[in-house]
């Protein structure tokens, strides 16, 4: 597939090629706001309880 060819053909992974996307998408429509990004994704993927709590429990390990 197209996604399959274009790693190969940067010697990406899939994790690094998903890491620059969401970046690119972080920057150019939410102005490079980390919490405006995840404020979208929160509330359009109607998040079940746990996976906010999940989201909360990163947050906070990130802030230790």
């Not at 690119?24 to 990004?37: I, P, R, T």
């Not at 998040?47 to 990130?62: A, R």
Request: proline fraction near 0%; aromatic fraction near 12%.
């Amino acid at each position: 597939d197209m996604f399959a060819a274009f790693l190969q053909d940067r010697k990406l992974t899939k994790e690094e090629y998903t890491r620059k996307v969401m970046n690119e998408v972080k920057e150019n429509f939410f102005g490079g706001s980390g919490s405006s990004f995840l404020k979208f994704f929160v509330k359009e993927e109607k998040l079940k309880e746990e996976d906010i709590q999940e989201l909360l429990d990163m947050i906070n390990q990130s802030n230790d």
